[in-house]
Nanobody
Framework: QVQLVESGGGLVQAGGSLKLSCKAS????????MGWFRQSLGKERERVAA????????VYADSVKGRFTISGDRTKNTVFLQMNSLKPEDTAIYYC????????????WGQGTQVTVSS
């Protein structure tokens, strides 16, 4: 099992920034890829960013491209999501997820952290 704990959410004004963190524990050595997802009330879950530990370019949803950056520290089993130029429509619960197969399937999920962007 892999346990994921997100942190860093909060309330921010439009145009502001937040940095989310996700710490993996347990069998974290088995993780190959990490992703960030979000879900707003009444909307479907959306993948906002993902990356693999072995290298390669990260992928982003069109809605956040150019504003969000995913990064990680493999030695600390921690992934980050830097969110800049936040918009009210970014308001959601943000979840990190871990994959053992390169991102095709995310087996492990955190409990989420709330991000609220005020206008």
């Amino acid at each position: 099992q892999v346990q994921l704990v997100e942190s860093g959410g909060g309330l921010v004004q439009a145009g502001g920034s937040l940095k989310l963190s996700c710490k993996a524990s347990g069998q974290a050595f088995s993780v190959y890829a990490m992703g960030w997802f979000r879900q707003s009330l009444g909307k479907e879950r959306e993948r906002v960013a993902a990356t693999v530990w072995t290298g390669g370019n990260a992928v982003y949803a069109d809605s956040v491209k150019g504003r969000f950056t995913i990064s990680g520290d493999r030695t600390k089993n921690t992934v980050f999501l830097q969110m800049n130029s936040l918009k009210p429509e970014d308001t959601a619960i943000y979840y990190c997820a871990a994959s053992r197969d390169g991102g095709r399937r995310y087996e492990y999920w955190g409990q989420g952290t709330q991000v609220t962007v005020s206008s």
